[in-house]
């Protein structure tokens, strides 16, 4: 009896839960065809932007700005690690990890579509005099972390956008 009661409570849990309309979030789509970036060619977070955009939106990343019908105009984009945290021998033990872009969107006639956003992203880090290397590596990965954080700010920034009329 026990059983069955714990059954059907099991299942109205998950009737429940169905029905919530709870949905992953989802990639937003881009409100036009083609853009163009100025990031550098060897950029890790130009990178990961175009490979966010093409495989999230119907948006085609074009090489030219000719060809495009938004440019993402890339004003700024800086790396930084800052000591925030000393040992009583004065060494370094936590940092803060930055990571700053800058950018503007404008349409192909050159009509500013979003205006200069500056986005920052930042995360603290422990580091231990025996455990260099390994931190290191931890470092690397919270930064790859921080680009994509970035990058999924960056394509709901541009989401937002209401391009001109082409008139």
């Known amino acids: 009896m026990k059983r069955r009661h714990a ?9 429940a839960g169905s029905g919530c309309g709870f949905r992953l979030r989802e990639s ?6 083609t853009l163009h970036t100025t990031f550098s ?3 890790a977070l130009g990178s990961e932007f175009r490979r966010v955009v ?23 984009e800086n790396r930084e690690k800052e000591a925030i945290g000393f040992s009583t021998t004065g060494r370094p033990v936590e940092y803060e990890l930055r990571l700053r872009t800058a950018f503007r969107v404008d349409d192909a006639a050159g009509h500013n579509l979003l205006p200069r956003t500056a986005l920052v992203v930042r995360r603290e880090i422990s580091v231990g005099e025996i455990q260099l290397l390994s931190k290191q590596l931890e470092e690397e990965r919270i930064f790859q972390e921080m680009r994509s954080d970035m990058v999924q700010q960056m394509v709901r920034r541009l989401a937002t956008i209401t391009p001109r009329d082409s008139k």
């Open 7 to 15: 059954l059907g409570v099991l299942l109205l849990a998950a009737a």
């Open 41 to 43: 060619r060897t950029s």
């Open 54 to 76: 093409r495989s999230g939106s119907g948006t085609r990343i074009v090489d030219t700005r000719e060809e495009a019908e938004a440019i993402l105009v890339v004003l700024s």
């Open 28 to 33: 937003s789509g881009l409100p036009f065809e």
